[in-house]
């Protein structure tokens, strides 16, 4: 599935997810919502698409890294109350509320909106100590004893094994409680999500011919790689460095785009941009 595809399902989803029947109550109950789980290489726009799906439908996001949580700061921290049974007094262990749970409440109340997404990036890399609360959570939305307001859809994101070495594979129970969307990059895609947030022209005019170099995949050592993401960081550097007067060099380049041979190439047809948008006054035309 190409990315603007994932986009589109995600949106439907959540439409769906929020629909609602005659008496108030979602269609679709809380534990059958199934979580989407977007699997795909990394920098292709996950996140991006996730952001722009609840900016369109005016719903609150909420988006958390699961690999910067302990269990501790995703269930929330023990503490020792009192409470009574029958005649007798007994000290009982509870928890605070998980810091994902408590951002979602705080975010309703800073929007007014009930509804939202919830999102988790590189949720198949979770440390050991978290995941076995994973399931729990995937399936009913609660970490420890808070549950997330019912109106939050939740999307998950990650990367294969061959991207990360942390990543483990689902088992079937986990699986089984996922909606796994397959991503691939796609130019064609990232094109039209380029000319809307005014990518430099430069990078635009050089991938319609070099195509191939749009995405590379890294080696499993992790040092060769090109991704939409550094494509978008490039150029949001390129348009600073240009107002700036500040020269563009091939070093610059290779800080963004982690292969030699594409940020040679495409230093040498910038200098041809340059040198063709001052000849022929592109700007003016």
Known sequence: ?????????????????????????????????RPLFLMGPPGIGKTAIVE??????????????ITHHTRQSAIGLPFISRKKFGEK???????????????????????????????????????ETLAPTMLQFLQYKTFGMHQVPEGFVLVT??????????????????????????????FSSFKNYAYNAGLHSAILSYLEI????????????????VT?????????????????????EEKLMAEYLADEEVAKDFALYYDLYCKYREIYHVPDI
């Open 52 to 65: 722009q799906v609840a900016e369109e439908l005016k719903i609150n996001l909420i988006s958390y890294t």
């Open 89 to 127: 007094e007994y000290a009982v262990t509870e928890y605070t509320m998980s810091e994902i749970v408590a951002s979602v409440y705080e975010q309703i109340e800073r929007s007014g909106i009930q509804e939202g997404i919830l999102f988790l990036d590189e949720i198949n890399a979770v440390s």
């Open 210 to 225: 070099k195509k191939e170099n749009f995405y590379l995949k890294q080696d499993l050592d992790g040092k060769r790689f």
């Open 228 to 248: 939409a993401r550094a494509w978008e960081d490039l150029s949001k550097i390129m348009q600073v460095y240009e107002e700036l007067h500040y020269p563009l």
């Open 1 to 33: 599935m190409t990315i603007q595809d994932a986009k589109e399902e995600i949106k439907r989803t959540v439409k769906a997810y929020h629909q609602r029947d005659e008496n108030g109550k979602y269609k679709i109950p809380v534990e059958k919502q």
């Open 157 to 186: 994101a990650g990367n294969p094994t061959e991207y990360n070495k942390s990543v483990r594979d689902f088992d079937i129970v986990t699986l089984d409680r996922l909606r796994k969307i397959e991503i691939q990059e796609d």
